[in-house]
């Protein structure tokens, strides 16, 4: 664990009255939500992103434009900011660790962030506290690479240990001839092997936990990838009251092992037998959870704005059914055909340039829970 990590954090003093500011490290979509939500509820928000113009940036009351590692930037933030958060898992920890320092309030903790980082971290994390996974190995360099191979066997999937995300930086080791060619083609870095989840289904599950401990966990979302990309969740899943007490029991161990507050988002793969695996958490707002806007009476951002600022969390119930479908890259052209759906909820996050799939809105389409 970093030094950040051990380090004790400075605490809230109480709930954050409205009024006061929020910072949020990072200006893209989930930014962008999470600052609406706080807008709503009567707080000023400042983005920190390197790039001008962010989407976040555009709907906050200011945004700082510069490097997550610009020591004056992050002197401004913290000074600007009665409780700082962030919208992706990849803020460098030395950025929190300066802003620790500077005696701000960061949450979710570095401990989070430190296992969301890195997947060997994370699922040691997750074995040590009891939660299943598929198996796996560590991966430093050719020697490893074939000790693993030895004990995880193949086929087995190798992923870099850091800044992978949607499928990116994985390759399949069909046979164990194969490990080199992998371990090329995600470009020789540290890296995890792990045994081939046999699943029938990805869910996952959103939930919260305030500064009091108490934690809030939203119904499963069923999704659906395309290309290692999230195309589709549909919420609430239907699963048995004993997978729903399976993903409750998950979360709610992380998230009182990680003395975490705010909302995180565990994906889960479900085995034939009904038993679920913790693929990975993010320790932020999860692009899954997006349904809870419309089909539930408090949403993601806003409990996660709630937990951060101290406020006792809500209601995660389910008012509707909603299918949730991300618009990646061309798919935003479609918007004024999706606006007329009167059962459609358009979410678009202000994108300038419609690159192929580059997540650039959502819909949301409802229907009555009992259907
Ligand atoms: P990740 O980047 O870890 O979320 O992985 C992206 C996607 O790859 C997941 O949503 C799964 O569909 C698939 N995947 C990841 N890990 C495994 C595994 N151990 N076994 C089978 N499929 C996997």
Redesign the pocket.
Known sequence: MSDAASRSAPLLAGPLPPGSTLGILGGGQLGRMLALAAARLGFDVVILDPEENSPAGRVAARQIVAAYDDRWALKRLAEACDVITYEFENVPADTVAELTALGAVVSPGAKALAAAQDRVIEKSFLAEIGVPT?AFAAVKDADSLAAAVARIGAPS?L?TRRE????KG?AWIQRATDAEAAFETIGRQAAIL????D?GR?LSVIAARGRDGEIACYPLSDNH?EG?VLKRTVAPAKVTPATRDQAETIVIKILTALDYVGVIGV?LFELAGGKLLV??FAPRVHNTGHWTQDGCEVDQFEQHIRAVAGWPLGPTQPHAHVEMTNLLGADIEAWKKLAGEPETRLHLYGKGEARPGRKMGHVNRLRPLKD
């Not at 992978?164 to 499928?167: A, L, R, T, V």
């Open positions: 598929v999937l992923k992978g995300y949607d499928g994985q792990e045994a081939p989840a699943f990805e990838h290692g994906e693929n990975e």
